[in-house]
C-alpha cells in the first residue's frame, strides 16, 4: 500500500469585535435574541438602502493582519459575491476577491515550532441563519432570522502546510489565542464568532502535486476539526487506493456518526462572478491609522511566554498555561509584581491551581475573580517566607475569594501562621516518634520513605501548623540520637 500524505489548508471565519454590523448601525449581540430584532433597511437589502462601512471593523481588522505577520495592501477593494440563499436577503455578499486587505502572514504553532503561512484576509459580511425548528417544534420548510446578516468578519486563509489533525487543532488554539489578545475578536465558538472550513487532499508522499480537494464545511470546534480532518484523509485513501478518483467537492461533518457525507458540488471563483461594489470605495490603509495600531499592538503569546520563562524561570507548561488567556497572564504579572523575589513559581502554582479550579467551576474569566492580584501575590510571598504552610494558603485563598480580604488579615483572623518555634516542633516531634516506633525504626534503617508518616503525625499534632521543612529536619535528629 503506498503511504500518503495529508494536505490541509483552513479558512476560518471570525467575526469581530465590534458593537455594530459592518455597514450598518444595527447591532452584532443578536446571539439568543428574539430574531430578526436586529435589522434595518441596510441589512435587509431594502430598495435604495446603501452601505456604510464601519471604520473600528476596518481597525480591529487590520490589527489582527499585523498580529499575524501580514502584509497591509495600500489599497484594497470590495466584491459583490453572487449567489442565491434564503439568509442572503442582497443575493450577493459583500465581500473581497482579488485585491483583499492583507497578504503574505504567518503563525507559528506553540507545539513543535512549525509555522504555517497564511495566504491572505479579507473583510466581509456574515449571511443570516436558518431556523429548522422552534424549540421542540419542527418547522415544515425554514424560518429565516436576520440578526446575523452583515455582522463582520475577517476570513483568514491559511496556506495548505498543515499536515495532520493534531496540527490544525494547535494552528486554531494558536489564532484564536493571538485575536483575543489583540481584542480583534472573542472567538467564542458556541456564538459563531469562529467557525472554520477544511480543505482537505491526499498525494503519495515525496509527491509535489497537490491532489484533488474536498472542502469540509462549518466546524465549530477544534474537536470537530481534528476528526474531520483525520476521517477525510483515510476516506480519500481508501477512495484511491480502491482505483476511485476524488471529487471536488463540499462535504459536511457529521460528529455524531463520525464521517464526512457529500453536500454538493465545489464552487469555483469563477462561478460566483465577482464584481467591484459600486456602492463602495476602496479601502485605503491610512500610514497614520498603521503606525497607531503598530505602537498599540501587545506582547503577543508567544513572546510574552519566552519572557516568562527566561526571566520569571517559569516551566514552559507553566507559561502556556498562563499565558493561554490575556486577562489572566496581565493577573499573573500583576500578582508576581506584588510577590517577593523569587515568588513567581508560586504565584504560577496558587494560579494555575486554586484560582482557575475555582473559575471553572463558576464559568468566570480572569477579569471577575473576585480576588485582586496584589492579594494573590502577598499570599504567595507568605508561603514563600514560611509563615504559611501549603495547606494553610489554599485555606486562606477560599476565604480571599468569599470575602476579598487581605491574606495578612486572614493569616491572623484564621489562626493559620504557621509554627516555626523550635521548642513546640520538637515537642509535636518527640510525640510523633514515640507514637510511630516502627516508622521510627525504618527510618533510622535508611528507609528515607518512612518520614512521610512522621511529618504526617507531627502536622496532625499541630493542626498543620508546623512548618514541614523544619519538621523534617528535626525528625531525621530525633531519629539519630
Given at each position: 500500500m503506498t503511504k500518503y500524505e495529508m494536505v490541509v489548508g483552513l479558512e476560518v471565519h471570525c467575526q469581530l469585535a465590534t458593537r455594530t454590523k459592518l455597514f450598518c448601525g444595527c447591532g452584532t449581540d443578536g446571539y439568543g435574541e428574539t430574531p430578526n430584532s436586529r435589522i434595518c433597511p441596510v441589512c435587509t437589502a431594502q430598495p435604495g438602502s446603501l452601505p456604510v462601512l464601519n471604520a473600528k471593523a476596518v481597525e480591529l481588522a487590520f490589527r489582527a493582519a499585523l498580529a499575524l505577520e501580514c502584509r497591509l495592501n495600500p489599497v484594497s477593494v470590495f466584491a459583490r459575491k453572487n449567489y442565491f440563499y434564503p439568509d442572503l436577503p442582497k443575493a450577493y455578499q459583500i465581500s473581497q476577491y482579488d485585491k483583499p486587505f492583507s497578504e503574505h502572514g504567518r503563525?507559528?504553532?506553540?507545539?513543535?515550532g512549525k509555522t504555517v503561512g497564511i495566504t491572505r484576509i479579507h473583510l466581509e459580511e456574515d449571511a443570516g441563519k436558518l431556523l429548522h425548528d422552534l424549540g421542540a417544534l419542527k418547522i415544515d420548510g425554514s424560518l429565516v432570522d436576520l440578526n446575523r446578516a452583515g455582522v463582520p468578519l475577517i476570513e483568514i486563509v491559511s496556506e495548505p502546510d498543515i499536515r495532520t489533525g493534531d496540527e490544525a487543532h494547535a494552528y486554531l488554539a494558536a489564532l484564536k489565542e493571538v485575536l483575543q489578545y489583540v481584542g480583534a475578536s472573542r472567538c467564542d465558538m458556541e456564538k459563531g464568532e469562529m467557525r472554520c472550513d477544511?480543505?482537505?487532499?491526499?498525494?503519495?508522499?515525496?509527491?509535489?502535486?497537490?491532489?484533488?480537494?474536498?472542502?469540509?464545511?462549518?466546524?465549530?470546534?477544534?474537536?470537530?476539526?481534528?476528526?474531520?480532518?483525520?476521517?477525510?484523509?483515510?476516506?480519500?485513501?481508501?477512495?484511491?487506493?480502491?482505483?476511485?478518483?476524488?471529487?471536488?467537492?463540499?462535504?459536511?461533518?457529521?460528529?455524531?456518526?463520525?464521517?464526512?457525507?457529500?453536500?454538493?458540488?465545489?464552487?469555483?471563483?469563477?462561478?460566483?462572478?465577482?464584481?467591484?461594489?459600486?456602492?463602495?470605495?476602496?479601502?485605503?490603509?491610512?500610514?497614520?491609522?498603521?503606525?497607531?495600531?503598530?505602537a498599540e499592538m501587545p506582547e503577543l503569546p508567544a513572546a510574552r511566554r519566552a519572557r516568562l520563562t527566561a526571566q520569571l524561570g517559569l516551566t514552559a507548561y507553566d507559561a502556556e498555561v498562563l499565558t493561554g488567556d490575556r486577562a489572566l497572564a496581565d493577573f499573573f504579572e500583576t500578582a508576581a509584581a506584588a510577590a517577593p523575589k523569587g515568588a513567581a513559581k508560586t504565584v504560577a502554582n496558587l494560579l494555575s491551581t486554586e484560582m482557575l479550579a475555582r473559575l471553572n467551576a463558576e464559568s468566570l474569566p480572569p477579569s471577575q475573580a473576585p480576588i485582586a492580584p496584589e492579594h494573590l501575590g502577598r499570599l504567595a510571598g507568605?508561603?514563600?517566607?514560611?509563615?504559611?504552610?501549603?495547606?494553610?494558603?489554599?485555606?486562606?485563598?477560599a476565604r480571599m475569594w468569599q470575602t476579598r480580604k487581605d491574606p495578612v488579615e486572614l493569616v491572623s483572623e484564621l489562626g493559620l501562621a504557621q509554627v516555626s518555634d523550635d521548642g513546640a516542633l520538637r515537642e509535636w516531634v518527640r510525640q510523633a516518634v514515640a507514637s510511630n516506633p516502627k516508622a521510627a525504626a525504618d527510618l533510622k534503617g535508611g528507609k528515607d520513605a518512612a518520614i512521610g508518616s512522621l511529618v504526617g503525625a507531627v502536622m496532625k499534632l499541630s493542626g498543620g501548623k508546623a512548618n514541614p521543612a523544619a519538621v523534617r529536619g528535626l525528625i531525621k535528629e530525633a531519629v539519630q540520637s
Open positions: 503563525l507559528r504553532l506553540s507545539e513543535g477544511a480543505n482537505v487532499s491526499v498525494r503519495p508522499e515525496g509527491a509535489q502535486r497537490f491532489g484533488t480537494r474536498a472542502e469540509i464545511k462549518n466546524l465549530n470546534s477544534f474537536k470537530n476539526v481534528k476528526d474531520a480532518i483525520d476521517h477525510e484523509f483515510h476516506r480519500q485513501v481508501a477512495v484511491v487506493e480502491s482505483g476511485g478518483r476524488v471529487v471536488q467537492e463540499t462535504r459536511l461533518w457529521d460528529a455524531a456518526k463520525g464521517e464526512t457525507r457529500s453536500m454538493r458540488s465545489k464552487e469555483d471563483a469563477h462561478d460566483y462572478r465577482y464584481f467591484p461594489d459600486p456602492d463602495l470605495p476602496p479601502l485605503v490603509a491610512d500610514e497614520s491609522l498603521v503606525a497607531r495600531l503598530k507568605l508561603v514563600v517566607a514560611g509563615t504559611l504552610s501549603s495547606k494553610g494558603a489554599k485555606d486562606v485563598f
